[in-house]
Structures are given as structure tokens and as C-alpha cells.
């Protein structure tokens, strides 16, 4: 399983929050689809299979979220995929929500429905304000 080392409000493997949409690609590799993620999207996302790749209107990335085919690491521990109690005892900050947990300090979302870990989001500061 590959591994992933993520900064909050930082950046995600190789990956810089706040880069272009060409740098994203550059560091990322060339094997993505873009699509919109839903009709009323501003803005198209780019699918790496394992990861998505969100962008603003001035095509800057505003988050990473990444599928349990890759192990996300923070400060050394694995944060993802794991139990949601595990991954805020590693994050403090995330607090429960009404799918799974959320950090607005961080900018970390994880999408859990059922207890279940699907997801795990890093966004740029504010993204979830």
C-alpha cells in the first residue's frame, strides 16, 4: 500500500495546497480524468483513481482527498484508514459531525459514514469555514 505523508494546510505527499493546477499535475503524474463533481460545479476536479484533486476558479488546489487505497500519515502515525478514534486521538482538533469528524482548524475532513472511513480531506485554511 502506497504511503502518503500529510502536512495540514500544508500539503499531501508531493502535493502543495495552494499550487497551480500545473504544478499539481507536474508533482502528481500525468494520469488523471478531470470531471466535474457535480452539475452545478464551478470547477473541474482531477481524478488520480486513488485521490481527488480540488481547484478553485483561479485553478489553485484547495484540498486533496484521498480513498483508502493509500495510508495517510501525520506526525509519523497512520491517520488514515484507521478507526475514527484513533485518528482524533492522533488529531485533536477533529471533532464529530454529522458523517465522521471535522478539523476547521486544520482543514481535515473525514467522510465516515457508518463508522466506516472512505475519505480523508486536507484543505487550505478556511475550506471548511
Known sequence: MLRLTANPLTSV???KLGATREAVR?????????FRKSPSS???TDDYGSFHVYYDEDDTCV????????EVA?????????TLEKAAA????????DDGLLSTA?????????????????GVRGYYD
Not at 484540498?63 to 493509500?70: C, L, R, T, Y
Not at 501525520?74 to 484507521?82: A, L, M, S
Open 90 to 97: 492522533a488529531i485533536p482538533s477533529l471533532e464529530r459531525d
Open 13 to 15: 505527499g508531493t502535493i
Open 63 to 70: 484540498a486533496v482527498e484521498v480513498f483508502p487505497e493509500i
Open 26 to 34: 507536474e508533482a502528481a503524474g500525468p494520469e488523471f480524468e478531470e
Open 74 to 82: 501525520g506526525d509519523g502515525e497512520v491517520i488514515f484508514p484507521t
Open 42 to 44: 464551478e470547477n473541474t
Open 106 to 122: 486544520k482543514s481535515i475532513g473525514i467522510y465516515a459514514p457508518y463508522g466506516e472511513m472512505e475519505s480523508i480531506l486536507f
